[in-house]
């Protein structure tokens, strides 16, 4: 059974950090890309990071680029974002996905895994 288990959300005044983990397990072959996408109520679910497995390559939207870092430890099968320089803005709940549709920019419809979702509140 596919499981994607996310951890490390809370809350944080502007300017703080985060850092949020995922863990995947289940997956009978390597996914080619995960991700971190977010969603505010109300809003539609917004690609933020990605990364391929493989290649180690990344895609970043603007509204994270040079704040938010994505990374992966493979042998774990981890998946990692630090969140650096936090806005009241990035305050949403934030899901991992895995999977095999690994457009760019990041596509909340791809037919991926989704974990449960961690949630992310940033004070001004």
């Known amino acids: 059974q596919v499981q994607l288990v996310e951890s490390g959300g809370g809350s944080v005044q502007a300017g703080g950090s985060l850092r949020l983990s995922c863990e995947r397990s289940?997956?009978?072959?390597?996914?080619?890309?995960m991700g971190w996408f977010r969603q505010v109520p109300g809003k539609e679910r917004e690609g933020v990071v990605m990364?391929?497995?493989?290649?180690?390559?990344?895609y970043y939207s603007d509204s994270v680029k040079g704040r938010f870092t994505i990374s992966q430890d493979n042998a774990k099968k981890m998946l990692y974002l630090q969140m650096n320089s936090l806005k009241p803005e990035d305050t949403a709940i934030y899901y991992c996905?895995?999977?095999?549709?690994?457009?760019?920019?990041?596509?909340?419809?791809?037919?991926?895994?989704w974990g449960q979702g961690t949630q992310v509140t940033v004070s001004s």
């Open positions: 289940g997956f009978t072959t390597t996914p080619h890309c």
């Open positions: 990364i391929y497995i493989i290649s180690g390559i990344t």
């Open positions: 996905s895995a999977g095999w549709s690994c457009r760019r920019p990041p596509d909340p419809k791809a037919n991926n895994y």
